[in-house]
């Protein structure tokens, strides 16, 4: 059965280089329905059903405004243990530039280089998980470039702001980014917790059309009226409770019914009442969670 699997893999290859000879540049832009052209022709608000692959980002021809994007990326999946990127991706012309950095808010203004493609476009993609100072989530991205050490504006987005010292930063709105449907319990390493014997835990699930959910577990005496999640706008409903290092057995009550935690595989059986629960483990170290989002 390997043996069958890896020959179609190997086919598959030799047809998609046949391709690549036979229409040439045109045949690589175009894979996946497409091509480098579409994103260069398609506004800032584009279509988050649209994936894209990192090919067509480095086929790029010329830059682009800011966009949400979804990107086939096999060159990181080492990295990320994931083929599929979200993010917002910015580009610069920089046919004559020798090097050309990203500086903006969501990397606490620190400059991060970007890549360079064959036609002298260089461009990043920033994760589209970006959070304020209270892990509160943002969607206003404020940046610039900084080009051979000078810095610039985006030239090619119109939404700018004057930035005190005589030029400008430019600015872009995330509007429609993809629910981050895979989430968790996780920990809040945060500098501000001044009770050294408590770790901050994050409970959130992703409920979209629930009205209510409330966390019970053996830190609340199992009671459903001492801690109710608030639902953000993706649908994520969230808590933030303070607990000693420790196990604990807790699950969710959504509009009334017993939910475990969707996306945490360690559960475990209530003794008292023989009832099966999720399961987290509260570490003095940095703690690790069971389960984390993606």
Not at 8 to 28: M, P, S, V
Not at 35 to 47: C, D, H, V, Y
Not at 73 to 102: A, I
Request: proline share 3%.
């Amino acid at each position: 059965m390997f043996k069958s699997k890896f020959i179609r893999i190997l086919l598959f290859l030799t047809i998609f280089l046949a391709l690549g000879k036979t229409f040439g540049e045109d045949a690589i832009e175009w894979i996946g329905s497409y091509s480098s052209k579409e994103i260069e022709g398609s506004s800032g608000e584009s279509n988050k059903d649209k994936v894209y692959y990192y090919w067509q980002i480095q086929s790029l021809k010329r830059a682009v405004s800011p966009r949400y994007i979804r990107l086939i990326d096999v060159e990181n999946y080492v990295k990320t243990s994931s083929f599929l990127q979200k993010g917002v991706l910015f580009t610069y012309n920089g046919l004559k530039s020798n090097e050309v950095e990203l500086c903006g808010n969501f990397y606490s203004w620190k400059c991060v280089p970007m890549q360079r493609n064959r036609y002298g476009i260089y461009y990043i993609v920033i994760p589209a998980n970006f959070k304020g100072r209270n892990e509160e989530p943002k969607t206003s991205y404020e940046y610039k470039f900084k080009v051979d050490g000078i810095f610039d504006f985006d030239p090619n987005n119109s939404e700018r702001m004057e930035d005190g010292e005589g030029s400008y930063y430019s600015m872009f709105e995330v509007m429609n980014v993809d629910s981050e449907k895979h989430v968790s319990a996780r920990v809040i390493d945060s500098e501000t917790n001044e009770d050294v014997d408590f770790k901050i835990v994050e409970f959130r699930i992703y409920k979209p059309n629930a009205g209510t959910v409330a966390l019970i577990g053996d830190f609340n005496q199992w009671n459903p009226e001492h801690d109710y999640l608030k639902k953000d706008r993706d649908g994520i409903f969230v808590l933030r409770k303070k607990l000693k290092p420790g196990e604990y057995l807790y699950y969710y009550v959504v509009d009334g019914d017993a939910e475990l935690d969707t996306y945490n595989s360690e559960t475990r059986y209530r003794v008292e009442t023989e009832e099966l629960c999720s399961y987290l483990v509260v570490r003095k170290e940095k703690m690790i969670i069971a389960t984390v989002s993606k």
